[in-house]
């Protein structure tokens, strides 16, 4: 409620801005102009949304696989941990733009190459906090669950890996904003038949001087990064409901 | 006893090899942490167990109590000395039960472990529940459950492993005085019921007097047995038992606290 608040007198303050010929409309569309692109334009940017929130979603899902993949590497691994962590903090610099062109080259266009420009944005807030949860698994319970006879495997999958869970939903749900500009970056750097995407509609409007659309497809990412925050939530009060919900949900 | 049957073959009560369940003779441990200079845990440390004698150790903070259990548990090896006892299920002083598990899973835990079926692994728990004060809680969080209750859970976890000793690390020193009497005499019935070889370390000497055949005390680091004392009264024990209260003045003052 107060968030809605809060966000009506921006949007009030902007308009207010734009009307008063503040900023050139090309460069800053009012909020008005914005609101007529979502109603006028609704069937592109209905066909363009679902083409991104296809790669969200499931870019989503890749970035949570690479990241669970190099946590559970790195937790049983010395040599990952020693080797190839230090590498995974540095990788993180690399701006994946120059490398999408690499990626386009070796898979290809279509989905497949943009998926894995968003997992390889998005994997790395996974990976921190699940090794850490893995990590941070009690001594103590170590200890107890050798006297009762578990093996590795066993510590790992009853007790290990229910514990890093909540902590990889969390990473997931950092990840969400990110994956948005990870999709957005994909389409924008990746060549594409067909619709691009929302990514790309911002590229195209933007070209075609139809700035009030291509922030009419910002506001629809927005709405996406929301939207799947709130799924996330969801998530974890569904998979791992021993985590004391946080005390005031920001979101859903 | 359903429980006692179900030790695994080669966990026999009785150890074949000897009479002792526990024997730990002239051990010492020295932790090195790196950077640091070493701790003597445990110095010339001595500890016998017979099969079936439930006995205390209590000692100072810092004495090496929980080392002398990690020995005997098997988790660690001694750097002096010799240490053998009978497979041993560990009881921590905070009870770890697992969050995402009812109640009965966590006592089930052992069971489930041995490739035995879930259902399979909880009826072997479910009897107990009822016999233990537990009856109505078996599918309750840890998180619904009191101090008191978990630790009942979590004792039930321990039994439920099937081995023939029972190393209870300060199981109660994390409950208020109150349930903490309550839990004394709840193990006290526990245990004539599932009769074990238990090593119950505690800082406690009431509590230690209470519940043990034997109380061994401890020096300060590193740690050694500097007493012993024999607890011949027969069970239920009362509290205010002059005997009793005896002994508990002779170990603390073996403890070095002031009578």
């Known amino acids: ?252 | 006893m359903p429980i006692t049957a179900q030790a695994r073959a080669g966990e026999s009560r009785r150890s074949p090899a000897g009479p002792a369940a526990v024997e730990v003779i002239g051990v010492a441990v020295t932790y090195r942490p790196r950077g640091r200079d070493p701790v003597a845990a445990l110095r010339d440390m001595t500890l016998r167990v017979s099969p079936g004698e439930v006995v205390g150790v209590v000692g100072p903070s810092g004495c090496g109590k929980s080392t002398l259990l990690e020995l005997v548990c098997g988790l660690r090896r001694p750097d002096e000395g010799r240490s053998e006892a009978e497979p041993a299920a560990l009881m921590p002083q905070r009870d770890l039960l697992l969050p995402w598990l009812s109640a009965l899973d966590n006592a089930a835990l052992a069971p489930s472990l041995h490739g035995m079926g879930k259902e399979a692994a909880r009826e072997q728990a479910r009897p107990l529940f009822s016999r233990f004060g537990l009856a109505g809680f078996e599918d309750a969080r840890p998180a619904e459950l009191s101090g008191g209750m978990r630790q009942r859970v979590a004792f039930l976890r321990t039994l439920l492993a099937g081995k023939p000793l029972l190393a209870l690390d300060e199981p109660f020193a994390g409950l208020d005085a109150l349930t903490r009497r309550e839990m004394q005499d709840w193990l006290t019935e526990a245990l004539a019921i599932e009769p074990r070889t238990v090593v119950l370390v505690t800082h406690d000497v009431e509590e230690a007097v209470i519940l043990c055949d034997r109380v061994i005390v401890m020096g300060p680091r590193p740690g050694r047995a500097v007493a012993e004392l024999g607890v011949a009264a027969s069970r239920p024990r009362r509290r205010d038992d002059a005997t009793l209260v005896l002994l508990r003045e002779q170990a603390a003052s073996a403890l070095g606290l002031a009578g």
């Open chain 1, 1 to 252: 409620m107060i968030a809605a608040a809060v966000l009506l007198a921006l949007l009030g303050g902007w308009e207010l801005y734009s009307d008063l010929g503040g900023v050139d409309p090309l460069i800053l569309p009012a909020p008005h102009e914005i609101a007529f692109s979502l109603w006028n334009d609704s069937g592109v940017l209905w066909a363009n949304f679902t083409v991104t929130a296809r790669e969200v979603l499931l870019g989503l899902l890749v970035a949570v696989a690479i990241g669970l993949t190099l946590a559970v590497l790195i937790h049983f691994s010395r040599f990952a941990r020693r080797g190839l962590y230090p590498l995974l903090v540095g990788s993180q610099a690399v701006p994946i733009v120059i490398v999408a062109p690499l990626l386009v080259t070796w898979l290809g266009i279509g989905i497949v190459p943009k998926l894995l420009i968003v997992g390889l944005v998005c994997f790395f807030p996974v990976v921190v906090p699940t090794l850490d949860a893995l990590r941070r698994v009690d001594p103590d319970l170590l200890k107890l669950l050798r006297t009762l006879g578990a093996s590795r495997r066993q510590t790992f999958l009853r007790v290990e890996a229910p514990s890093a869970l909540p902590a990889l939903i969390s990473g997931a749900r950092i990840s969400v904003a990110t994956t948005v500009i990870g999709a957005v970056l994909a389409e924008q750097g990746s060549a594409t038949e067909g619709t691009g995407g929302l990514g790309h509609l911002i590229v195209y409007a933007n070209a075609q001087l139809d700035t009030a659309q291509a922030y009419a497809a910002v506001v629809i990412l927005i709405a996406l990064a929301l939207v799947m925050f709130a799924l996330l939530n969801l998530t974890q009060r569904r998979l791992a409901p021993w985590t004391r919900p946080a005390r005031e949900e920001l979101i859903a």
